[in-house]
């Protein structure tokens, strides 16, 4: 029996920007999926900041909105790590698509409020993760085009419906595209998980190393981080 065949537990943040460490979540999502269905928990986040208007188009959320309706970051922030942790302790892996950005803003976030980060709360390592850019970007090395959750959602053929950029939706997307990647590379559904994270470590490793190479040959700026599942700056 694979991995595949679950238990898998997505995880997907929305959030006010891109920077890790000023950004607040907005809204969180943790799909647990196996053979007999799924089911899900989701937050909304009254961040406590200005809610930029170019997030606000991305996830829906208004700086109104979240205020009015969202629960407080020091109360949300504890369930959605104690979730996270659950599914580890239970030896489910976390599906996140470019995991290392929502794992590094959730643990930014927890310390921002004087919680345990995910190491903490687990005495170690963050693990198993599995994420579909890392998967797609090592296995579909020479596939040209953009490599955003809709776009591989495109190229696996996996249905989205109309309500992309809400964490719960991106989440069932981001299962889509593993479950198609894996159908179509067998040899990863065959690894254990523990093999299936170092694998990715160093794939993302040797992707980050040539895209910084090419980068600095063609004499731009902006370098991408070499750690996985957390960038090394942060874990």
């Known amino acids: ?138 296995l579909e090395k020479y596939r040209r085009g953009k490599r955003t959750l809709g776009d591989l959602c495109t190229v696996y053929r996996v249905s989205t419906g109309d309500d992309m950029h809400t964490a719960e939706v991106d989440v069932a997307a981001t299962l889509g595209v593993l479950r198609a990647i894996a159908a179509k590379h067998p040899e990863i559904a065959a690894l254990s998980l523990a093999e299936l994270h170092e694998w990715q470590i160093a794939a993302h490793r040797e992707w980050a190393a040539d895209f910084n190479g090419w980068m600095a040959k063609n004499g731009r700026s902006g370098r991408a981080d070499l750690g996985w599942p957390y960038p090394a700056i942060v874990g």
């Open 1 to 138: 029996m694979s991995w595949i065949d679950g238990p898998l537990v997505g995880f997907d943040t929305e959030t006010t920007g891109i920077d890790v460490a000023h950004e607040r979540i907005v809204t969180a999502a943790v799909v647990t999926s196996d053979a007999s269905g799924s089911s899900e928990v989701t937050w909304l986040i009254d961040p406590g900041i200005e809610i930029p208007a170019r997030a606000t188009e991305v996830h829906g959320i208004s700086t109104e909105y979240a205020h009015a309706h969202g629960a407080q970051p020091a109360e949300a922030l504890p369930e959605i790590a104690d979730a996270v942790v659950a599914a580890l302790r239970a030896g489910a892996p976390i599906v996140a698509f470019n995991a290392a950005y929502d794992l590094a803003i959730l643990d930014a976030e927890l310390a921002r409020h004087g919680l345990e980060t995910l190491p903490q709360r687990l005495g170690g390592a963050v693990g198993p993760i599995i994420d579909p850019l890392v998967l797609d970007r090592a």
